[in-house]
């Protein structure tokens, strides 16, 4: 099979590409390093099924030409910096819903029909149930990047049904590991780095999200497409689905668990102090509490591998582990 993975130099995309590689599959990844990082792509580079691009989305001409022949598309490339539409409003329209609607009408001038796209708990706003099902609405997100990403779920449901295409869409929790670019825990890392006498956290710690490991991410978007593609056969098809392990974690249990493992890591005599700031909002846009329903893709056999907090600890521990073994500058 040969996969054409959009954003495959980033946080997920890269984890994701050496996955289908180790499966003997080819491997394309598509990405304008406006995020992601070349270097993510080391494991890759080797492989004689492996090919980088490195391409704006938004040239659609481009897409066109080295989509063709694919098999699946992943589209992972976004805007993935929920506070940057705070400063810069129409970053997640081009990111994100113009470079979807590129990659799906490439899909369909070359004839591509299977894609997994990624969308976000970000589209839910402050949602009044939780845990939230994926029938949960009206659907009110409070961010631009949500905003897009729910345009960009409109958008893939309309080429499913104008063009035969068969696609999976995922609300994902707050996906975390090794190499992520942003989020809360790469940041708490970055600044005790620069200073390991405290930890300055922004907002009072009280938000609570739903965390998943990386490789729990792409475990259950391989295992939702195989159930999804064998349910419905070579049929047109859109499904959708939350992605989150079992519970959530609050700021508090990341500030904490990072303190520790930082000082662990560095053989530091005490743990860090923890400073919190005032209000439950990290950032405008940002949801307080998400805590996604994920019992529907569990109804089909899936189950994470971590809960929230212990994805939470194994992705402190590897990004740390990383970070301080690597010379590179952390920011
Ligand atoms: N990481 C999370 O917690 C999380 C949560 C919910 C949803 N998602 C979604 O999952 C996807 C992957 O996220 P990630 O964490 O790996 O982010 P990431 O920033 O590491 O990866 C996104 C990649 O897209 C690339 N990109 C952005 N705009 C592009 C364009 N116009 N043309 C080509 N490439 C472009 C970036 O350079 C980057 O490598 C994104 O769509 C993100 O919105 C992520």
Redesign the pocket.
């Given at each position: 099979m040969k996969v054409f993975i959009?954003?495959?130099?980033?946080?997920?995309?890269s984890q994701m590409a050496e996955v289908f590689l180790r499966e003997g599959h080819e491997v394309v990844c598509?990405?304008?390093?406006?995020?992601?990082?070349r270097e993510f792509l080391k494991g890759c580079e080797q492989n004689a099924k492996f090919r980088f691009v490195e391409?704006?989305?938004?040239d659609l001409d481009r897409v066109v030409a080295e989509i063709a022949g694919t098999d699946l598309v992943v589209?992972?490339?976004?805007?993935?910096?929920i506070s940057q539409g705070a400063e810069k409003s129409d970053v997640d329209l081009?990111?994100?819903t113009i470079?979807t609607f590129n990659t799906l009408e490439a899909m369909r001038r070359a004839k591509v029909r299977n894609l997994l796209f990624?969308?976000?708990?970000?589209i839910y706003g402050e949602a009044s149930k939780k845990p939230t099902p994926e029938d949960y609405g009206p659907l009110f997100p409070i961010s631009f990047?949500g905003a897009s990403?729910l345009a960009c779920e409109g958008l893939v449901s309309a080429f499913v049904h104008n063009c035969g295409f068969r696609a999976v869409v995922f609300r994902?929790?707050?996906?975390?590991g090794p190499?992520?670019?942003?989020?809360a825990i790469h940041d708490f890392i970055g600044r005790l780095v620069k200073d390991s006498s405290v930890l300055k956290v922004l907002g009072n710690g009280t938000q609570q999200k739903s965390y998943l490991h990386v490789t729990d991410c792409i475990d259950g978007m391989r295992f939702a497409w195989d159930k999804c593609s064998a349910k419905h056969g070579e049929s047109e098809f859109f499904e959708c689905f939350n992605l989150a392990s079992h519970g959530v974690s609050n700021v508090k249990y990341l500030a904490q668990t990072t303190v520790e493992e930082f000082a662990k890591a560095r053989e530091m005599k005490s743990v860090p102090k923890v400073e919190f700031g005032e209000g439950n909002r990290g950032w405008v846009g940002d949801v307080p509490f998400t805590w996604l329903d994920g019992s529907r893709l569990e109804a089909l056999g899936w189950k994470a591998r971590l809960e929230s907090d212990q994805a939470v600890r194994e992705a402190v521990k590897q990004i740390i582990r990383d970070k301080l073994g690597s010379k590179e500058s952390f920011l």
């Open positions: 959009t954003g495959g130099a980033g946080f997920i995309g598509y990405d304008n390093l406006i995020l992601g990082k391409a704006d989305l938004l589209h992972l490339a976004a805007n993935s910096d081009k990111n994100g470079a990624a969308s976000t708990s970000a990047y990403k994902f929790a707050n996906i975390v190499r992520s670019t942003h989020g």
